[in-house]
């Protein structure tokens, strides 16, 4: 990354900038903001998935009959710098099994059930009270243990990303509380009413990354927001944070989108923002760190906005992770008559939900349940005429006709390079396609083929390099051997040779006696 | 004297892949490399050189799939063809696995592997690496107790994929008239 590029991004939020296309959406997100956060009862049963992160499926590490206490690790995550799965509360693990969690697919995936005990009964907790002054690299490794993922909804692991920013160094922390997906309102809740805990998290991410400023993203319409994060911050006293109002236009949210408009920078394709001295964070993943850090307590729960015309009392709620979806609809006044579709995220992002017996996962920010009369009405697929929408809407500066047009058509290698890998699958393009294209499905399936294809293209490599291996050494066995056997010829040669010679000086000294 | 040819040999094979062929390398990098000779060549790379010569069809590789024979076709400048089913069919992806308690560690089976993926020794228990297993099925005919199956390789939640959209599946969900009438800018 250029020196002037990561000059410039130390001026963040001096003065906004724009991103290319998006688009301005009616918000929908006043009726689940009006009741005050309240946390789900325990259910009878907690249904635990074990794929709760980015990057694979963690491991279980207990038994069924195994007695938990609330905060005990029972699944272990490695890769990506990890991110562990913790008890949500006290008492027995009754089964390991495989049933449908919260996946596109619909898959199943394996699941760790605990009937509570009901007494919630934390583990020993350990907490770094003294963390103003603490080591950065022990902090780092307490959010590396507490199951910390990115909250706003990609589940990569938060661990990963403060490491890579300590160790490539880092000057602004952005904080992402500009939610802009349509009626989900789980940050807004959380920034009104634990704005203390997201100032808190703040220095604590400061701390552990080195960072020397913070810069809390929100929209321009969120009042009550920007009222109680001032409250925080100033009751901190920490001049090193600041609040910016942000443009609402969807998907502004997006990590590469806020940071174009706080910097004028676009994040390089396949680059990160660390490459420009930048770390995002979503607010509800900052809360987590300071409950981590300061409190000793991992990642348990999280809040899920339950709304939509198909909800009878919308709200937002705290839910242990594992609390099955309809427990949640149930607090909330349960389905309206006319409810005609479960989403699991926002309308532009979101997708259908199978059930709703599956668990809330570390990924869901909310559950939308519509009326027929909320829902695009399905139409019927045209021809592509060419008019440009799509890429004029598109936020990560994309040809979606074209890509789409590569994707049909099998050419991945030039949809790669069209940068289909780039496509924040955000669905603007979808939206104002006037041919109800369903573009984003088609982005959605030729991003996973392109994921498949390259693990088959490496696994092909590896098998190639192991095969022309194993070639050689047999070329290499083979001309040995017939090295050897050449060798052999040529000692028996030589040897007949000698003998020869001493033939031949036998009879000579034997003709010189008769002379 | 062994190590000395040895690096003759890594030497001739620097040389080789400088002079190689282009239109060779490309058409290796769309086989599979399950080097499993139902194409009735020794092995990928052997087939390649056919393809290049002129001397295989390019509808002999039942791993690559129709698939491969469009890319393949798509390459040399020729139309595609039907698979020709005199070399197989084309399988769900499977891995060779040992029942390990039957195994009576003959090494025959690590002869047999294209691409070294059993681990062993004689009078030894022998194991697949399951990761670097091709599933070309040419460790199974020698095993002289039967011991090698081959089980299929399913897909789980981590390498699932998103299948082709429906004519009428939609992206997002919402509501065609929230698109607020200041709009798009
Ligand atoms: S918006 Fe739809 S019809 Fe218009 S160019 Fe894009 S894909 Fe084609
Ligand atoms: S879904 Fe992808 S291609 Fe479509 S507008 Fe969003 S980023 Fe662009
Ligand atoms: S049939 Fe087997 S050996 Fe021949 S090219 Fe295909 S994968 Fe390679």
């Known amino acids: 990354m250029h020196i002037d590029s990561v000059e410039q991004a130390r001026n963040a939020g001096e003065q906004l900038h724009h991103f290319h296309g998006g688009l301005h959406l009616r918000h929908n997100k006043k009726i689940s903001c009006e009741t005050p956060l309240a946390q789900v009862p325990l259910p009878p049963l907690l249904f635990v998935p074990l794929l709760q992160q980015y990057g694979g499926e963690a491991e279980a590490t207990v038994e069924t009959g195994q007695k938990v206490l609330k905060g005990n690790e029972i699944g272990c995550f490695t890769h990506l710098g990890g991110g562990c799965v913790h008890a949500p509360t006290s008492g027995t693990v009754t089964a390991v099994i495989h049933r449908a969690i919260s996946h596109p697919s619909g898959a199943d995936g394996c699941c760790i059930v605990i009937e509570p005990d009901g007494l919630d009964r934390w583990e020993e907790l350990e907490p770094i009270p003294n963390w103003p002054d603490a080591d950065p690299a022990l902090l780092r490794e307490k959010i590396r243990n507490s199951g910390i993922v990115g909250l706003g909804g990609a589940v990569f692991p938060t661990a990963f990303k403060t490491d890579d920013a300590a160790r490539q160094g880092i000057h602004t922390l952005i904080l992402n509380g500009a939610e802009c997906e349509p009626y989900i309102s789980c940050d807004e809740m959380l920034m009104r009413e634990q704005a203390d805990s997201i100032v808190l998290g703040a220095r604590v991410l400061l701390r552990a990354t080195g960072a020397t400023r913070t810069i809390i993203a929100i929209e321009d319409q969120m009042g009550a927001v920007n009222q109680a994060l001032k409250q925080a911050v100033k009751s901190a006293g920490d001049d090193r944070i600041e609040i910016i109002k942000v443009t609402t236009i969807y998907p502004e949210g997006g990590e590469k989108q806020l940071i174009q408009v706080l910097t004028g920078l676009e994040v390089p394709s396949g680059g990160w923002p660390v490459d420009l001295g930048l770390l995002c964070q979503n607010v509800a993943t900052a809360t987590a760190v300071a409950r981590a850090v300061v409190e000793g307590k991992p990642l348990l729960e999280r809040i899920v906005t339950v709304t939509g015309n198909g909800i009878r009392k919308p709200r937002n709620l705290v839910a242990r992770i594992g609390t099955p979806i309809s427990d949640l609809v149930e607090q909330c006044g349960g389905y309206a008559n006319d409810v005609a579709r479960l989403v699991l995220g926002g309308p532009m992002m979101g997708y259908a939900l199978n059930s709703d017996a599956n668990p809330v996962i570390k990924a869901t920010n909310g559950i939308l349940a519509l009326t027929a009369r909320d829902i695009r009405p399905l139409q019927a697929e045209m021809p592509c005429i060419r008019c440009g929408e799509c890429a004029r809407v598109c936020p990560a500066v994309l040809l979606p006709q074209q890509l789409n047009w590569l994707i049909r058509n099998e050419q991945w290698d030039d949809a790669a390079e069209h940068g289909l890998a780039d496509c924040i699958e955000c669905g603007c393009c979808d939206f104002v396609c006037p041919s109800h294209i369903p573009l984003v499905s088609w982005f959605r399936f030729g991003k996973s083929e392109l994921h498949a294809l390259a693990i088959e293209r490496k696994q092909a490599e590896t098998a190639k390099r192991r095969y022309e291996a194993r070639e050689a050494r047999l070329l290499r066995i083979q001309h040995e051997r017939r090295q050897q056997l050449e060798e052999k010829k040529q000692a028996l040669r030589g040897a007949s040779g000698k003998r020869k010679k001493l033939a031949e000086a036998i009879s000579r000294a034997r003709q010189d006696r008769k002379q | 004297m062994g190590g000395l040819s040895g690096l003759g ?9 400088i002079e190689s062929d282009p239109v060779l390398e490309r058409i290796e990098a769309l086989l599979p490399q399950t080097q499993c000779g139902q194409c009735n060549y020794p092995g990928c790379r052997p087939y390649a050189e056919a393809l290049a010569n002129g001397d295989a069809a390019v509808n ?37 696995r040992i029942d390990e308690l039957a195994c009576i560690g003959c090494t025959l089976c690590i002869q047999a592997c294209p691409v070294d993926a059993i681990l062993g020794a004689t009078k030894q228990m022998h194991t697949v690496i399951e990761s670097e297993c091709t599933g070309c099925d040419l460790c199974l005919p020698p095993c002289p107790v039967d011991c090698i199956e081959k089980v299929i390789r399913y897909p789980d939640v981590d390498d699932w994929r998103w299948s082709i959209p ?20």
């Open chain 2, 60 to 96: 002999q590789c039942p791993p690559g799939g129709e698939a491969g024979i469009r890319a393949l076709a798509d390459l040399l400048g020729i139309e595609p063809m039907p698979f020709d089913p005199g070399n197989g069919e084309e399988k769900p992806k499977t891995v060779a």
């Open chain 2, 9 to 17: 040999l890594g030497w001739a094979a620097c040389r080789f892949h």
């Open chain 2, 166 to 185: 429906r004519p009428t599946a939609s992206g997002a969900t919402m509501a065609a008239n929230e698109i607020l009438p200041a709009g798009q800018h």
